[in-house]
């Protein structure tokens, strides 16, 4: 049996939450594309999103991620993984919400930090106390991202292997038909 999508499982979160690792993995078992939105965006740019920042600031970012998600969830139905500020803007949840289920990948602040502390291409973290100003964002993030229609809390310890069955049985549970089975 194989399987296909109704529509899109869009992974949102925090930097370091395993929005790709997990994406990755969710789309190899599912047999759909996996697409991250920020490789798109350097891709379309042909500079990384730290340069993007640097040479156009955030808003500028921010339009230009708008852009690539409403393209991306024009596509077939697949995984995508988002910017961790992506689902901040209300234009991108509401395309979001048009086209696929969005799931938050939750984590605790240390697990975040243990992830993205030995990064440099996080520009949101280049200031005096990153763990602080990661500390911060997460703060005020946490609400925006409740907003999903599913919420998926990290487990320590959870392989992506582990992390990725569990994510598959919570997505079942929360729309059966969203994955079809197909001979």
Known sequence: MRQ?????????????AGKTALG????????VPF?????????AAAMSISEIFARDGEPFFRDREAQVIARILK?????????GGAWMQERNRAAIRAAGLSVWLACDLDTLWHRV??????????TADPKGTLARLLAEREPTYALAELTFPARP????D?????????????DPALVIETP
């Open 4 to 16: 296909r999508l109704r529509r899109h499982i869009v992974l949102v979160g925090m930097m370091g």
């Open 117 to 126: 502390r030995q990064r440099t291409t996080r520009p949101l973290l280049k």
């Open 162 to 174: 582990a992390a990725t069955a569990r994510l598959l049985d919570a997505i079942r549970d929360a």
């Open 157 to 160: 310890g959870d392989s992506v």
């Open 75 to 83: 596509e077939s139905p697949r995984v995508i993984s988002t910017g």
């Open 35 to 43: 697409t991250d939105s920020d490789v798109e965006i350097e891709t």
């Open 24 to 31: 990755t993995e969710l789309a190899r078992r599912l047999h």
